[in-house]
C-alpha cells in the first residue's frame, strides 16, 4: 500500500497509471450518469409538498456534497506537501479547486432556483447558505493565490496554507443546521444513517447521482493533473520521447 | 519520520488548531447572532432586540389562519409560546397551517409581529404524494419539523 502510494507521487507514474483508468472511469461516469438522470428526472416520483420541484434536490445535494469533499482533499493533498513536499500533492491540490469552485457555485444557483418557489426567497443570510458562500470563496482564494505568486514552489505552499485554514470551514457548513437556527433544512440523510426521512423512491435515485458525481470529479481530477505533469515536466526526458512520438 | 518532517508535521497541526481556535472564539463571539431567526418563546421571555427589526420562526397553528383581504393574521408557536403574525402581501406556496415559516418585522405595541416579509421553511422529508396519503390515513405521518431545541433546552412537545 505504502509502495504504491509512494509510486503514485512519481508523475511518470502517475501518467502511465492514470492512462490505463482513464477508460474505465470514463465508461462508469457516463454510465451513472445516464443512469441518475433518467432515474432522477423519469422515474422518480414528485414530492407530496413539492411536487416537480424536488428534481433540483438531485442536482442540488450531490453538488453541495461535492463542494466539500473536493476541499477536504484540497486540504490533505496540502498537508502532505507542506510535510512530505511531494510534487504530485500540489498537482492533485491545483487540479481540484476550479471543480472544487464549480460544484460550489453550481449548489449556490440551484438552491437558489429551488428557494424562490419553495421558501419564497432566493437568497437568505443564514448560516448554512453564508458558509457555503465563503467555502465559493475560499476556493477564489485558493485559486488567486496560487496563480498571483511567481515563484512555483512558494506558490504551492502558500496556497497550501490558505486550503488548509479554509478547511474549518467544511465542519461548520456540514454541521450548520444542526448548531443554529436556519432557514436550510435539516440533514435528511447521514452517510447511511437516516436523520429525516426520504423516501426509497427518492433516495436511490439521489444516491446513484451522488455516485456519479464522484466519478465524474474522478475523471476531471485525473485529466487535469495529467496536464498539469505534463507541463511541469516538460524538461523530462520521459515526457520529450512523448512528445517526439507524436 | 525524519525531524524535518515532524517539524512541518507540527507546523501544520499549528495552523489547523489556530484557525480552529481563531473561529471557535469568533463564533462564540458572534452569540445568538448566527441564529437567522428567534422562537416565540424567545420573544415571550423578551430575549429579542428591543425596538429593533428581527427575524421569528416557528409552525403555523392548525386553525389560525383568517385571511381579511390582502392582510392576512396567523399564530405561530414552538409548542411553549405563540406569537401573533400580521402580514399583507403574498405568501409562499408551502405555507399552510402545521409548516414551519418564518417572518422578518417588528413587534407592535400591542405585542403582534408586523411581518414585512413570510418565508417558508421546508422539512427534512421527502416521499411521493401517494405515500403521505397513505401515512395520513395510518396517522404515521411524520411530524413537520419542529423549531429545534438549542443544546441543554427543554424540548418542545412532538419535536424529535
New interface residues.
Given amino acids: 500500500m505504502w509502495v504504491w502510494f509512494h509510486k503514485l507521487g512519481s508523475p511518470k507514474y502517475f501518467w502511465g497509471f492514470s492512462q490505463r483508468l482513464l477508460p474505465w472511469l470514463g465508461a462508469l461516469t457516463a454510465l451513472s450518469f445516464l443512469a441518475g438522470l433518467a432515474l432522477a428526472l423519469v422515474f422518480s416520483?414528485?414530492?407530496?409538498?413539492?411536487g416537480e420541484t424536488?428534481r433540483i434536490?438531485y442536482i442540488h445535494v450531490p453538488a453541495a456534497m461535492m463542494s466539500m469533499l473536493v476541499y477536504v482533499v484540497m486540504a490533505v493533498a496540502g498537508?502532505i506537501l507542506?510535510?512530505?513536499r511531494m510534487k504530485m500533492a500540489e498537482m492533485v491540490a491545483a487540479a481540484s479547486a476550479p471543480v472544487g469552485a464549480s460544484f460550489t457555485l453550481l449548489a449556490l444557483i440551484t438552491g437558489s432556483l429551488w428557494g424562490k418557489?419553495?421558501?419564497?426567497?432566493w437568497w437568505?443570510?443564514?448560516?448554512r447558505l453564508t458558509s457555503e458562500l465563503i467555502l465559493l470563496f475560499l476556493y477564489l482564494g485558493y485559486m488567486a493565490l496560487y496563480n498571483a505568486i511567481e515563484d512555483r514552489r512558494s506558490a504551492g505552499r502558500a496556497a497550501a496554507?490558505l486550503a488548509?485554514?479554509g478547511?474549518?470551514?467544511i465542519p461548520?457548513i456540514h454541521y450548520s443546521v444542526?448548531?443554529?437556527?436556519?432557514?436550510h433544512?435539516?440533514?435528511?440523510t447521514r452517510g447511511v444513517r437516516i436523520?429525516?426521512?426520504?423516501?426509497p423512491?427518492?433516495r436511490w435515485p439521489l444516491f446513484t447521482m451522488m455516485i456519479a458525481f464522484n466519478l465524474f470529479y474522478a475523471l476531471v481530477l485525473l485529466k487535469r493533473v495529467r496536464c498539469l505533469i505534463l507541463q511541469n515536466e516538460k524538461d523530462s526526458a520521459w515526457v520529450r520521447e512523448l512528445a517526439s512520438e507524436k | 519520520m525524519r525531524p524535518a518532517r515532524k517539524r512541518r508535521l507540527y507546523l501544520v497541526l499549528l495552523i489547523l488548531i489556530g484557525a480552529a481556535a481563531f473561529v471557535s472564539l469568533a463564533m462564540w463571539g458572534l452569540g445568538e447572532y448566527k441564529m437567522f431567526f428567534f422562537k416565540p418563546s424567545e420573544v415571550a421571555r423578551g430575549e429579542t432586540p428591543p425596538g429593533r427589526a428581527f427575524k421569528i420562526g416557528g409552525l403555523v397553528k392548525e386553525g389560525s389562519v383568517r385571511r381579511n383581504g390582502k392582510t392576512v393574521e396567523f399564530t405561530i408557536t414552538d409548542t411553549l409560546a405563540d406569537v401573533v403574525i400580521r402580514y399583507t402581501g403574498s405568501l409562499p406556496d408551502l405555507f399552510r397551517e402545521g409548516q414551519g415559516i418564518v417572518a422578518d418585522g417588528r413587534l407592535n405595541a400591542d405585542g403582534v409581529f408586523e411581518a414585512t416579509n413570510v418565508l417558508a421553511k421546508h422539512d427534512e422529508n421527502y416521499m411521493p404524494p401517494e405515500v403521505a396519503e397513505a401515512l395520513k390515513e395510518s396517522g404515521a405521518m411524520p411530524p413537520h419539523e419542529i423549531v429545534r431545541p438549542k443544546p441543554g433546552e427543554p424540548r418542545p412537545l412532538g419535536a424529535r
Fill in positions: 416520483p414528485p414530492d407530496y409538498q413539492q424536488v434536490m498537508a507542506l510535510i512530505w418557489p419553495m421558501w419564497g426567497t437568505a443570510w443564514d448560516a496554507v488548509l485554514v478547511v474549518i470551514n461548520i444542526e448548531w443554529w437556527y436556519t432557514l433544512q435539516g440533514p435528511t436523520a429525516g426521512s426520504i423516501h423512491s427518492m
